[in-house]
């Protein structure tokens, strides 16, 4: 049973460039589309991957840190600049540059710990961007899903509401030539206006889910190519 647990768990590894596809690639997928744009568009997100390259930068940083252990320093004097009025040797005292290396016993301790501090930060800051990705496709497809239902459930409405008009007028007509009853054109108006006030609901969820959607993938899904 290990064994087969073992090589389960090694084949669910997540591969996190492909939890959203990279800009440059073209999809048919409308879905993945906008997920994309999601990513590239939405402020947070450009914050989460800027402190991923901020955190690379201290890395680096850090790592120049030994350079600091050397030091060159450069004298310039009469006889540097004209060796023939050296008449005694003096520039002998008076070296061009000198080089120097010195370390310290705190330097051996606090730079290689600064290094692994601030690769341990870019760590998390990878972790973050890999965690955003996976947040922001579940958001944006749900988003997308719930745009489509509202979308769906306004077209069956907006299509009842206008099936039922005609034979709502023809009520109304029957009533006023006194064919029919009050109550029956009472309850064919009741039956007319509750599809209606459906279709205006039905149609500010559609309308909200759209504004809902744009907001992630900041601009307007007519947009959308």
Do not use: C
């Amino acid at each position: 049973m290990m064994p087969l647990f073992i090589a389960i768990q090694g084949s669910a590894q997540v591969d996190y460039n492909k939890i959203i596809l990279p800009e440059n690639a073209r999809t048919e997928d409308f879905g993945e589309k906008l997920v994309q744009l999601a990513w590239r568009n939405h402020p947070l997100n450009e914050v989460t991957r800027r402190e991923v390259d901020v955190a690379g930068l201290e890395v680096k940083k850090t790592s120049g840190q030994w350079l600091d252990i050397f030091s060159v320093q450069g004298n310039l004097n009469e006889f540097n600049i004209n060796p023939s009025s050296d008449l005694y040797g003096r520039s002998a005292f008076f070296p061009k540059y000198n080089f120097r290396a010195a370390i310290s016993l705190g330097m051996l301790m606090s730079i290689p710990a600064t290094q692994r501090q601030n690769k341990t930060r870019l760590q998390i800051a990878q972790a973050n961007v890999n965690a955003k990705k996976l947040e922001l496709r579940n958001v944006v497809m749900k988003a997308y899903n719930e745009f489509l239902t509202q979308e769906r459930m306004f077209k069956i409405h907006s299509q009842l509401v206008l099936d039922n008009e005609t034979s709502f007028r023809l009520v109304e007509q029957r009533f006023k030539n006194g064919e029919i009853t009050f109550e029956e054109y009472a309850n064919s108006s009741r039956v007319f206006s509750e599809m209606t006030l459906a279709q205006v609901e039905s149609e500010k969820n559609y309308k909200n889910a759209k504004l809902d959607l744009e907001q992630l993938i900041g601009v307007r899904l007519e947009e959308v190519r």
